[in-house]
């Protein structure tokens, strides 16, 4: 658990994993605090809410230099079949840093091997529970590869358009321990929940 706003207060972030088989029945359902909001998170509260510049780097390693004015657009709901933004996972095991800026082995939308059809984003409003508020951010993955996938990280990016460019930031990045393997046909549904505590 990550303080960033007062003694008193504090931010975390709970990961939520479950897995179907093609049936439908419930396989595996695992819920872990996640540890790895990286520094590109902080920079983009940085910018909307103390007014500075900063320097983002984007989920293709571009850096770029973002001040408050540039940013047009902010958003994680990613459509359907889009694997830029929005939750993303892969099969990569490295250790998080905070200056991890993409998953190192992401799994793409798709059905060919070690794709996943990746179904929309969502992001509820916020729900206040004294003395909590939060958000939750999910996204429903389809395993129509013909094999078993095993993933390994995940993590959520947003859609910002910056001085009218479109760029994609990873803010958090997870690495799932055990393995969560998804069955061919089965789903894996990844469900972040960000919160804030009095």
């Not at 520094?39 to 900063?54: V, Y």
């Not at 990613?78 to 929005?86: C, L, S």
């Not at 460019?165 to 990045?173: D, G, K």
Request: aromatic share 6%; proline share 3%.
């Amino acid at each position: 658990m990550v303080k960033y706003m007062s003694k008193k207060g504090k931010v975390s972030v709970e990961l939520h994993l479950e897995v179907r088989d093609k049936y439908g029945r419930l396989i595996k359902k695992r819920k872990v605090k996640s540890k790895s909001l990286v520094a590109n998170f902080m920079k983009l509260i940085n910018i909307r809410m103390h007014n500075k510049t900063e320097t983002l780097k984007d989920t293709g390693g571009t850096e770029h230099s973002v001040a408050p004015g540039d940013v047009t657009l902010c958003e994680v709901e990613a459509p359907e079949g889009n694997d830029t933004f929005g939750i993303l996972i892969g099969m990569d095991m490295t250790s998080p840093t905070a200056n991890d800026y993409k998953l190192w082995n992401q799994i793409l939308h798709g059905t060919g091997a070690n794709q996943m059809t990746h179904r929309a984003t969502s992001c509820s409003g916020v729900t206040v529970a004294d003395p909590d508020s939060y958000v939750e951010i999910s996204r429903l993955f389809i395993n129509e590869s013909g094999a078993d996938i095993d993933v390994n990280e995940c993590g959520f990016a947003y859609h910002l358009t910056v001085g009218g460019v479109e760029i994609f930031v990873l803010v958090c990045r997870d690495v799932v321990s055990p393995t969560v393997t998804v069955p061919d046909g089965g789903t894996l549904t990844v469900k972040y929940t960000v919160k804030v505590s009095a």
